[in-house]
């Protein structure tokens, strides 16, 4: 196509429908802002492909897995052609897709060892991988580099949180038994546990209980199955970062902290903490339940 020659012309026309949301110093500042994207399947991807949508010019993606069938209910780089291709490979194809002149770095399934310098070099790191581990490494150096990490919790509700310099993380907040040790000392008991930390939090000052079956979240809780995963859910999740992501490039103010929130869609309502009785009798039914 003759419009997508001159990159001047393509970014006028493609980003013109912005403006109004945002002013054109405002989009000056998105096309600008440098992103990295930790996972890009479920909740990851659609934060990349809404990011890419919005005129960010520069990203740096990973991941480590393939395109499988599983992944179509939710996925949005996911489809027939992408079956069994890198995550991270397909993603980057369908994002120049989308921009060709994006500036776009695939750093590979070895990405863990260039962390350092992807802290350094993007403004801002989105979590949205759902192995601890990475997770753990994201999040301590992002505080040694004093960068904004913006995740989401697992959980059947669309969630978002942010941490900003300064703040605590999942893993000093939730009381993580990770807390302390080096990523080396790191047993997969330890790691399962970090998890179960995150989903008892979720659980307990949630409503969670009312849109899932916890047959299944207890098989979660434990490790006998996978996350679930349904499409609206995961791709709002990754659409609420891509929104924490705009702000922060804009400079606009949002008041989503290290805590987060859960959205109820089907009450239309904002869930952030239960009371300390309910919390409490939600851990004990917990408890009972894996005690069985």
């Not at 989105?126 to 580099?145: E, F, M, P, Q």
């Not at 000052?205 to 006998?224: Q, V």
């Not at 791709?235 to 987060?260: C, F, Q, V």
């Not at 089907?266 to 869930?271: A, G, S, V």
């Amino acid at each position: 196509m003759e419009k997508i020659k001159n990159k001047d012309k393509f970014y006028e026309e493609f980003l013109v429908r912005n403006l109004g949301f945002v002013s054109q110093n405002e989009q000056e500042f998105l096309s600008t802002t440098k992103i990295f994207i930790c996972g890009v399947g479920g909740m990851g991807g659609a934060c990349l492909e809404s990011l890419v949508r919005m005129g960010v010019q520069e990203v740096g993606i990973c991941d480590i897995d393939v395109f499988e069938i599983s992944n179509l209910n939710r996925q949005v780089f996911c489809n027939l052609d992408s079956i069994d291709q890198k995550k991270s490979v397909a993603s980057k194809e369908q994002s120049l897709k989308i921009n060709p002149f994006l500036n776009i770095k695939n750093w590979g399934e070895d990405w863990v060892n260039h962390i350092d310098e992807i802290c350094q070099h993007y403004d801002i790191l989105v979590n949205g991988c759902d192995d601890i581990k990475s997770t753990l490494i994201i999040y301590r150096k992002a505080r040694k580099y004093k960068k904004p990490i913006i995740d989401a919790f697992a959980s059947p509700l669309p969630s978002v949180y942010v941490t900003r310099p300064g703040e605590p993380t999942p893993e000093e907040w939730l009381k993580y038994p990770s807390l302390g040790l080096p990523i080396e000392k790191l047993t997969e008991q330890i790691l399962q546990g970090c998890f179960q930390k995150e989903l008892e939090h979720v659980i307990a000052n949630t409503s969670s209980e009312e849109h899932i079956h916890m047959k299944y979240a207890i098989e979660l809780f434990e490790g006998k199955r996978g996350r679930m995963s349904l499409a609206p859910m995961v791709i709002l999740t990754g659409n609420l970062m891509a929104y924490e992501a705009y702000y922060m490039a804009t400079k606009k103010p949002s008041k989503t902290d290290h805590r987060g929130y859960f959205l109820n869609t089907r009450l239309n309502r904002i869930e952030k903490k239960n009371n300390f009785i309910l919390r409490f009798l939600k851990k004990r039914f917990l408890k009972k339940e894996l005690n069985k």
